[in-house]
């Protein structure tokens, strides 16, 4: 593939998303073309495979050097305090999540960066939203902190767009599903944590109550997702920073029985927690034909295929930690 000349930063590089996404864009553009940052020090394979900086989002001098330093042009800001977390400290949330989107944002304007990725949620929805297939256009109803700075964040990036010709873009993300890093501290953590426990023991206890049915994505489609809107047209969207996008819905049930294909016996066990409030306020299922229409997007894999996928990935990940 042809490596074109962009200078990318990731915050929130050693997160769930940012290790598969820092890995990936340092394949598509080159290791050292792409500057991972992190308030956490990395683990030696993130360290040793390109540029690595540690970071504290919510100051936005030390941002700024980095930008300068490293000749930044485009920057993945992952770097967020997650749904459950947020609820044990809602400062905390409010801090990192705001200052540090609007840093990113102010830096973007006053750099003159090429252009930005900030994520959302499906946490910007809540009892005021239909259930089912929520559409692109609807009541925006956070009830967790983190919702709350998802939905200002997603104006701030909109005023941004229009107001200084900030080129920002983001989808609103289901609960993520992957092998590679844990999630930190969401509401959706139990659908990777299942299958982890699944492939170790055979049994599982769940924080969400069987019938609790939420949107979800596998990892390969999440970042499909991210490079998709990032390559886009700019002329082609009339949405920026708040795309609707999904894969699959199930219930913690489903998900259970798909596991017990291919792992017989397994059982999985429900004592909800805190957890319960928040994914009763989130939708079941999402209408994404806004991502489709304007950028094309189209997801690949659903329950039954990220459930194979899954295990392999973590059979192969427990023989090598045997040998
Ligand atoms: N996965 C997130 C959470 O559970 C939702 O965006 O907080």
Not at 186 to 205: C, E, K, L, M, W
Not at 241 to 252: I, K, L, P, R
Not at 269 to 297: K, M
């Amino acid at each position: 593939m042809a490596k074109d000349m962009k200078t990318i930063l990731v915050t929130g590089a050693i997160g769930q998303i940012g290790t598969e996404l820092t890995a990936l864009l340092r394949n598509r553009h080159g290791a050292d073309r792409v500057v991972a940052t992190d308030i956490a020090a990395p683990p030696p394979a993130v360290a040793e495979a390109g540029p690595f900086e540690r970071l504290d989002v919510t100051d936005p001098d030390s941002l700024k050097d980095l930008v300068r330093k490293y000749k930044i042009d485009t920057i993945y800001h992952l770097a967020a305090i997650l749904s459950a977390v947020g609820e044990t400290h809602p400062d905390r949330a409010w801090r990192v999540n705001m200052d540090g989107t609007r840093a990113v944002l102010e830096i973007a304007r006053h750099e003159r960066l090429v252009r930005v990725f900030v994520p959302s949620s499906i946490a910007v929805f809540g009892p005021a939203t239909p259930r089912r297939d929520v559409p692109q256009d609807t009541i925006l109803d956070p009830r967790t902190m983190y919702g709350v700075t998802k939905v200002a964040g997603e104006f701030l990036c909109d005023y941004f767009v229009r107001k200084f010709g900030v080129d920002v873009r983001g989808c609103r993300f289901p609960g993520i599903i992957s092998h590679e890093t844990l999630p930190g501290g969401g509401t959706t953590d139990y659908a990777v944590a299942i299958f982890y426990d699944a492939v170790r023991s055979g049994r599982y206890t769940c924080f969400l109550r069987e019938d609790t049915r939420l949107p979800m994505m596998y990892m390969p489609d999440c970042l499909k997702s991210v490079i998709d809107l990032m390559d886009a047209d700019f002329d082609r969207l009339r949405r920026h920073a708040n795309f609707n996008v999904t894969a699959m819905s199930f219930s913690a049930g489903e998900l259970a029985a798909e596991i017990g294909k291919h792992i017989p016996g397994f059982r999985c066990d429900y004592e909800p927690d805190f957890r319960q409030t928040i994914a009763d306020s989130w939708p079941e299922s999402i209408d994404d034909s806004a991502a489709r229409d304007e950028w094309g997007w189209q997801p690949s894999f659903d329950l039954a295929a990220m459930t194979v996928d899954m295990i392999a990935a973590l059979r192969k990940k427990a023989t090598e930690n045997r040998t």
